[in-house]
């Protein structure tokens, strides 16, 4: 079965940091470039980043840049996401996504792999 | 950035009614438009991509269409399992921007 399962979401105070993780399984995790999208409460989606297969080109929100990095493992099928300097606006579901295709971070055919989601709070 | 404007925000609809979104992108992103479902407490599901494509397993109920600036979603019969909110999202531009939602409730 084709899965996304992430975990590291929890409670973190205002400047503080959190890594997340998304261990896939059931595909070729090698083959794929993959994201983070988040969603704060009772709010619409939002893009976070993108990581290129081998890791050698990432994107990244502009209200993240700096703050925020994604990596992979792909010996261990995982992306991660490190956010550093967290604040309120961050508090989301976090989503840990597929990109569909080979055309990569733009002119894709969408994320057709998600996961369940883990959650940020971000208050003191 | 490009904005994606969806409407409606939200709309009323009986099982059997045809219901259309639309999405409005600020500039041109030729085809690169995919659409998601979302219900409560759960992760999006892609539906359609490239603007008409249909994603595997989706039922054919679904349709999109359009390019360039303006797109739509269709629904030609609701089902009762169709009651969720609806996301646009463009690939043409970063950062890739997704719209701002469409509920779809029972009448």
């Known amino acids: 079965e084709v899965q996304l399962v992430e975990s590291g979401g929890g409670l973190v105070q205002p400047g503080g940091s959190l890594r997340l993780s998304c261990e896939a399984s059931?595909?070729?995790?090698?083959?794929?470039?993959m994201t983070w999208v988040r969603q704060a409460p009772g709010k619409g989606l939002q893009w976070v980043a993108t990581?290129?297969?081998?890791?050698?080109?990432?994107y990244y929100l502009g209200s993240v840049q700096g703050r925020f990095s994604i990596s992979r493992d792909n010996a261990r099928n995982s992306l991660y996401l490190q956010m550093n300097s967290l604040r309120d606006d961050d508090s989301a579901v976090y989503y840990c996504?597929?990109?569909?295709?080979?055309?990569?971070?733009?002119?894709?055919?969408?994320?057709?792999?998600w996961g369940q989601g883990t959650a940020v709070t971000v208050s003191s | 950035d490009i904005q994606m404007t969806q409407s409606p925000s939200s709309l009323s609809a009986s099982v059997g009614d045809r219901v259309t979104i639309t999405c409005r992108a600020s500039?041109?992103?030729?085809?690169?438009l995919n659409w998601y479902q979302q219900k409560p407490g759960k992760a999006p599901k892609l539906l359609i991509y490239t603007s008409f494509t249909l994603e595997g397993g989706v039922p054919s109920r679904f349709s999109g269409s359009g390019s360039g600036t303006d797109f739509t979603l269709t629904i030609t019969s609701l089902q009762p399992e169709d009651f969720a909110t609806y996301y646009c999202q463009q690939t043409y531009n970063t950062p890739p921007t997704f719209g701002g939602g469409t509920k779809v409730e029972i009448k």
């Open positions: 990581m290129k297969q081998d890791g050698s080109e990432r």
């Open positions: 059931g595909f070729k995790f090698t083959s794929y470039w």
């Open positions: 996504a597929r990109i569909k295709g080979e055309r990569g971070y733009l002119y894709s055919q969408g994320m057709d792999v």
């Open positions: 500039r041109s992103i030729a085809s690169y």
